[in-house]
């Protein structure tokens, strides 16, 4: 059950399907050692034969698309990361509460405090003022001639790296650095399509230092290996300290390849195997143009072939029949735990409970497997209790915790789509609230709906549906069960205009409301729930009409005739 109260529609668990492996295949550790034998003893004989120039340049292609990868890899993260600070900044922009500057102000400094990569982030009005920023750094200060303003202004726009000379000696950054930056920017807009103003963010620069570390820590035993990240112009971003701020040593490579890599000569008299990528994007994204280029000196590549050449013939043979050996006692010592693994796979597929994938011993893959297992069942089972709660926050209506409009008419549609049954009505609309709300404010007006709408809670049945449409608007559909007495609603409607006229205590001030309610059954008063809605609608006006406070049922023949 949602804590809404109704079923969520979700299955508890997940389908897994049952594998069935063939009982007569051959068994992992044969597999093992045969394949190992015949491809040492293969390799032994193809190497033996293109030993040399040839080894020598299949090794250095395969450093090179290497190389290739490592740059794409680079590339993309860095376009992901990008895509994601856009995505953020654009869909915070379309929050119509942030165009409020102290909504916005309390949202911004929570951004920053989550989010240690932002170095700046605010607000600006129309004009460009600042009316909310992080750490107040910039508030009140005039930016309309910057392009995080201007081109916010248009849409959203992301800015190539830059030296931030408002924010420096303000904010922290690498040492030895000046300050650097990616701009990302959108406009606030009102419903009409009007901007007005701007929700702006200053990235530090020290994410994509991050985001190189991160690639190059499990290539550590790569000798020499050394990246750079250029601007769409060609200068260096990030790179060895000498070349930081200056066009690539070798200005044709970048020109002359797309995503590729070649041996390539560099000032420094050296040859290097280099890899290059390009920042192509990601969906809506189109990337800021930069070029990731990796390289390792060609002969540390080249130094391999050298040990090949000594050792591929004659180690070749023996090394066929000692891994093979070697294989057959492996692959049982993988067997065993992995035919563990599989097992409790299996009993969970046919959904025993109480079962989990065992902590195996044996090769540290194996027990990685294991623990990786393990915790992806837990986490499919944690996903779903958050999906639960995050589906209930979707139906919940936050002022009042009552179920908001969509949940009520998907659940109407759903309990009388089927036909069968009966239920009745109710739409309750509150008197003299307006005048609460503009005597005392939209606060005084929120506690008065809290109220209410717990006084509301507490008086329907439990398999009784009540929800707040918006406003000061409500409806309830009572279900008429087949074990249980029909509801008595005149009685039911006297109960809630009662507790309705009970006052409301704010700030030490006491308010009252009243409220008019209209009534209508289905399928007594139409076949069609979508008319019995209107219907009760209809009774509801009539009510206010007759003066309020008071409940009205639907009847054909007078509130019928004046819809």
Same mark, same amino acid.
């Given at each position: ?434 005048? %609460?709300?503009? *005597? &005392? !404010?939209? +606060?005084?007006?929120? @506690? $008065? #709906?809290?109220?209410?709408?717990? /006084?509301? =809670? ?6 009784? %549906?009540?929800? *707040? &449409? !918006?406003? +000061?608007?409500?409806? @309830? $559909? #009572?279900?008429?069960?087949?074990? /249980?007495? =029909? ?77």
């Amino acid at each position: 059950m949602s804590p809404l109260g109704q079923p969520s529609g979700r299955t508890a668990g997940h389908h897994v399907a049952n594998i069935r492996v063939p009982r007569r295949a051959i068994g992992l550790r044969m597999t093992v050692a045969v394949t190992v034998a015949v491809l040492l003893l293969g390799s032994t004989l193809v190497k033996g034969l293109v030993v040399g120039n040839g080894a020598a340049d299949a090794l250095a292609k395969e450093i090179g698309n290497s190389m290739t990868g490592l740059a794409q890899s680079l590339a993309r993260q860095l376009d992901l990361t990008m895509w994601a600070r856009a995505n953020q900044i654009a869909a915070l922009s379309r929050i119509d509460a942030l165009k409020d500057p102290a909504v916005a102000q309390s949202t911004i400094d929570e951004l920053k405090r989550r989010d240690p990569t932002i170095a700046w982030i605010g607000m600006t009005n129309a004009d460009g003022r600042v009316v909310a920023a992080s750490n107040g750094l910039l508030l009140g200060a005039d930016i309309a001639s910057r392009p995080v303003h201007q081109e916010g202004m248009k849409g959203l726009f992301v800015g190539d790296v830059h030296e931030a000379v408002a924010l420096h000696g303000k904010v922290p950054y690498l040492k030895g650095e000046t300050p650097k930056f990616v701009d990302v920017s959108a406009p606030l807009q009102k419903a009409d399509g009007t901007t007005v103003g701007v929700l702006a963010a200053h990235y530090s620069w020290e994410w994509a230092h991050a985001s190189i570390r991160q690639l190059i820590e499990p290539l550590s035993d790569r000798k020499g290996l050394t990246l750079y990240i250029l601007s769409a112009d060609g200068t260096v971003l990030i790179g060895p300290d000498s070349a930081v701020g200056k066009p690539l040593p070798v200005p044709t490579l970048t020109a002359k390849l797309r995503d590729g890599w070649s041996s390539e000569v560099w000032p420094d008299g050296v040859t290097y195997v280099t890899g290059v990528a390009h920042g192509k994007g990601l969906h809506d994204y189109a990337g800021l143009g930069w070029t990731v280029v990796a390289r390792q000196p060609a002969d540390i590549v080249y130094a391999e072939t050298d040990r090949l050449r000594l050792t591929i013939i004659g180690s070749g043979a023996v090394l066929a029949l000692l891994f093979s050996c070697i294989g057959w006692f492996a692959a049982g010592r993988i067997a065993r735990p992995l035919g563990a693994i599989a097992d409790a796979a299996e009993r969970i597929g046919r959904g025993e409970r109480g079962v989990a994938i065992p902590d195996v011993g044996g090769a540290a893959e194996i027990r990685r497997l294991s623990v990786a297992l393990r915790e992806m069942v837990d986490s499919l089972t944690n996903k779903d209790v958050a999906l639960m709660r995050l589906e209930d926050i979707a139906y919940e209506d936050r002022l009042t915790a009552l179920p908001n409009r969509r949940y009520f008419e998907q659940y109407v549609e759903a309990s009388t789509g089927g036909g069968g049954g009966s239920a009745t009505v109710m739409y309750i609309d509150l008197d003299g609230f307006k005048p %609460v709300n503009d *005597r &005392l !404010g939209h +606060d005084a007006g929120d @506690a $008065v #709906l809290r109220q209410i709408g717990g /006084r509301l =809670a507490s008086i329907f049945r439990d398999d009784d %549906v009540v929800a *707040r &449409l !918006g406003g +000061d608007e409500f409806a @309830a $559909v #009572l279900p008429r069960r087949a074990d /249980r007495p =029909a509801p008595d609603t005149e009685e039911l409607a006297s109960r809630i205009i009662a507790a309705v006229n009970e006052p409301v205590s704010f700030n030490g001030e006491t308010v009252r409301v009243g409220c008019s309610i209209g009534i209508a059954s289905w399928p007594e008063d139409d076949s069609d729930m979508a008319t019995v809605m209107r219907h009760a609608d209809a009774a509801l006006y009539k009510a206010k009409r007759d003066g309020r406070n008071r409940a009205v049922r639907w009847v054909r023949a007078v509130v019928g005739a004046q819809e």
